[in-house]
């Protein structure tokens, strides 16, 4: 590794001990509270965190499944390799504004030392891709979900409801109108356009386009041809990306749980709860990413996660205490990732 990618690691090395210390020092309650909390999780906080080496996982088999359609073969990096990036990557993003200021850059960096630096770029981009298509799916779905329980009574319907879902379906049909654009055409040359009618921008884009237009050309060119070219590794890549979120769901199913909220129990029961607990997700998610430009998005988790809870009848102190135990659980994963970036190479 070169000195200067050496003083990037580092760099993003401490900026995640510092988001850490942050997070810390902003929780809504006091320490004696926060204990308490921990205390009431108590053994169900192993699921809650142990639930995230399943999605990381299945995030991380979504973007080999990305690097492997766009090299063409099987690519020459180790899926333990890529399942630690994918954890530092995302820790990264949490410590950031505008989540990807940090960790798809560190992705790139340390992915170009495995592949050459123009597919790596494009692997990442297309990952990043992925990741947001993902989201919109999900929060399409979840439309859906919660009008096959409107219909088995389990869920309201009043005009502002109705209006509201009809809004997201509209929101969500656009960004998967955009987003095709960018598999069918490219990104970067679509992104460098909208940089250059920012005021005071064009001259630079100009210059960059005019050092880099080669370059740009072949990540854009690569991005296309996995969407024109190899259906099977995108369309895997966005399946594992959905069920991610899926599973993700399942911290928000033990915490109902520990409060005794399982709709009557037995099968049935734990199904509808599941289903309420992806609802809980896809709500705090959306608000969270149209919000998405504070760092590690405090206070805008916690709002959401109180506001989707409160919405399906059930109390802002079981919202709260989901809200602080993610917050617990964000803070040892990003720990987590920035002990695994100290790692060095033996995959």
Known sequence: MTWSKQRLNNLFFFLGVAACVV???TFDVSFIELWQHLCHAGYWLIPIVGVWILVYGLNAL??????????GQKPPVSFWRIYRLTITGYALNYATPVGGLGGEPYRVMELSKDIDKEHATSSVILYAM?????????????????????????????PVIGTTLS????FCLMAFYLFSRGYK????????????RIPGMKKWTLRFWARHSETIENIDNQIASLHGQDRKAFYKSLVLEF???VVQSSEVLFMLLLFGIDNGGGFSGIVITYLHSILIVAFTTLFANLIGFLP???????GGFVLSIAALGLSAALGIFVSIICRVREIIWIAIGMALMKVKNKE
Do not use: C
């Open 23 to 25: 997070m810390l020092l």
């Open 185 to 196: 055409n490219g990104l970067v040359k679509y992104v460098l356009g909208g940089v250059a």
């Open 296 to 302: 590690m998005q405090l206070g805008v988790q916690e």
């Open 130 to 158: 992925m990741h947001f298509v993902a989201h919109f799916l999900f929060w399409f779905v979840s439309i859906f979900i919660y009008l096959a329980l409107v219909l088995v009574g389990d869920m309201p319907m009043t």
């Open 62 to 71: 979504s973007w080999q499944s990305v690097i492997e359609g766009n090299l």
């Open 167 to 170: 809004i997201i379906v509209v």
């Open 243 to 245: 069920l991610s979120r």
